[in-house]
Nanobody
């Protein structure tokens, strides 16, 4: 079974930073692009960022561009999301996904940004 386990969320003040991690089990990790999504209460899932198989040239949604950066360590089967200059509207559950397939998400991690 494929398992994607995100961690690293928490409560942070506006302007703060968090680094999310997501470990992948049961897949040939280096063969897949990886993505990050988030879902706030009462809202649809939102794509946040994606990163290629080798880790080069991650892309991000306009809402987080310049503040969030995806990276990965293929030796550790782990993808990261560095989140800086956090805003209250970034509050959501964050999930990593295989490629940009939201259905592949596993355990998410809650990020709460206080104003």
């Amino acid at each position: 079974d494929v398992q994607l386990q995100a961690s690293g969320g928490g409560l942070v003040q506006t302007g703060g930073s968090l680094r999310l991690s997501c470990v992948a089990y049961g897949i040939d990790f280096s063969s897949y692009n990886m993505g990050w999504f988030r879902q706030a209460p009462g809202k649809r899932p939102e794509w946040v960022s994606s990163i290629g198989r080798s880790g080069g040239a991650p892309i991000s949604a306009d809402s987080v561009k310049g503040r969030f950066t995806a990276s990965r360590d293929n030796a550790k089967n782990t993808v990261y999301l560095q989140m800086d200059s956090l805003k209250p509207e970034d509050t959501a559950v964050y999930y990593c996904t295989r490629q940009s397939d939201y259905a592949s998400r596993g355990q998410g991690t809650q990020v709460t940004v206080s104003s």
